[in-house]
């Protein structure tokens, strides 16, 4: 991660730019292109800014680009509404004056919540804004496993996820690694001095290649909903929809809930683990 809030600006924009052909933007792609993606003059024009101006942008030099300047930078490129609120994140981090270190308050979890969570039959989880894994219930313990013993500051779904191990447990996990990489990521634009994230993102690129590589690409997500697939070694594959819910405070943690459809087998299993642990 870049300490340069301006670089991270200026790669965010690259990244985007470079995967953009000019076909996509109604342009004739012309022959002898030697660089990927549009060029700089050529979302420059289409962005209705000077070619100069937008190379110092993505040169990370001090310019202070417009609501309105980023807003049509996003429509040459094509944005998505993640993609246009990560820009406009990124761009008021930048110009704003760095400011000494302060303290951060950990993450907590409100006797509240964890009240809550133990009334909840569905697997249900605390995540915080870092995709630190803050409590759990007992059906969202049996779904992490072994997990649940790491020491607190291992507690990372992003941990999780990239261990070698994780393939036979969660079949789609290069995709469930990807979204998660692009949550951490718009979390991080907000706050790039968080203590936890700088820490947490130069451990993770240093243990992981896949991670170092996904990090590169500048992706960013904000699911509120989505859906898993895991392979519990008592109970087999099950397919669960899961929905975050913010915990009041901003920023904070979210409480994330997972179902199975009414009557389906994957209701049925879970029903079978709740019973399992039960037993115990």
Known sequence: MSDDPRRELADFLR???TRLRPEDVGLEPGPRRRVAGLRREELALLAGVSSDYYQRMEQGRDVRPSEQVLDALARALNFSAEE???L????T????PSRPPHSYDP??????TQRLLHTMTSPALVVGRFLDVLAWNPLGGALLGEFTRQPQRERNLLALFLRPEADRACPNRAATVAELIGMLRTQVAADPGHPRAVELVGELAVRSDEFAALWALHDVAEPTRGHMRLTHPQVGELNLDWDAYPIPGNPGPALMVCTAAEDSPDAERLHLLAGL????
């Open 88 to 91: 406009h994140s990124l761009a």
């Open 107 to 112: 993450e907590e979890v409100p006797d509240t």
């Open 15 to 17: 990244t985007r730019r």
């Open 84 to 86: 246009t609120r990560h």
């Open 93 to 96: 981090v930048a110009r704003t």
């Open 277 to 280: 642990l039960g037993a115990r």
